[in-house]
């Protein structure tokens, strides 16, 4: 069975998925599909897909079920049935600690080299990137992703002494090469702030990159007009 979960914060219309869908938000929103409202540990305006993988993998009761993560403007699409899908790979031309440095912040390079072993983070200094921390997957590959990932995101947390939104949005707003002006940047704060989101990308990248059994590539349709990512 295909459980399909599309992460949203704000009203949405969903086109017809195969499979069960379910919208997931931490608050009430308009849908017309079944939503499920959700508030965890970690916050959706900061962690992002985080915040719905650790909720899915609770609802998970078996090792066959198949659960795929969608965004309310973001749909994964040509999924091959029964096997574990993840969005297509990107390939940049400079590296992802340098893509990281300069659309985020050096800061977070540094992070990310503090919490990783040296073997994990070789893989930043590669091009390939897994884009939005979108799959679908089992319970125990799941699994493997949060073993890999939590561990990492609670050292960050540590390092920075932030957790929640507020915090998170001060830690940022102090260190002011995130919101350093670069040309393609969006430096506003807001965007920004969603900053373990960012690092999960990164974490996301590395975990598939070394993946040891075989996954397939899927397309991402973006559903909104005009949108570009």
């Not at 990492?152 to 957790?163: H, L, T, V």
């Not at 002006?181 to 975990?207: C, G, H, P, V």
Request: charged share 20%.
């Amino acid at each position: 069975m295909l459980i399909n979960y599309i992460l949203t914060h704000k009203d949405f219309t969903w086109p017809e998925t195969k499979g069960i869908q379910i919208a997931l938000a931490d608050h009430e929103v308009k849908t017309n599909i079944p939503l499920e409202v959700v508030n965890n540990e970690f916050d959706n305006r900061v962690y992002g897909e985080l915040y719905a993988w650790v909720y899915i993998y609770s609802q998970m009761k078996n090792d066959e079920d198949l659960f795929a993560l969608h965004h309310y403007r973001r749909q994964l699409t040509n999924v091959y049935d029964g096997k574990v899908n993840v969005a297509q790979a990107m390939r940049w031309n400079n590296s992802i600690a340098q893509q990281t440095a300069y659309f985020h912040s050096p800061t977070v390079v540094n992070l990310l080299a503090k919490v990783l072993k040296p073997e994990d983070f070789a893989v930043l200094n590669g091009n390939i990137f897994y884009p939005y921390n979108m799959f679908v997957v089992n319970r125990p590959v799941l699994k493997m992703w949060l073993d890999f990932v939590l561990p990492c995101i609670y050292g960050i947390q540590k390092e920075i002494n932030a957790k929640t939104y507020d915090e998170v949005r001060s830690f940022v707003k102090s260190d002011k090469s995130f919101t350093a002006k670069a040309e393609n940047k969006n430096s506003s704060l807001d965007y920004q702030s969603r900053l373990f989101a960012f690092i999960l990308e990164r974490l996301n990248t590395i975990f598939w990159c070394k993946a040891r059994g075989p996954i397939f590539p899927c397309s991402v349709k973006l559903l909104e007009e005009n949108q570009t990512t």
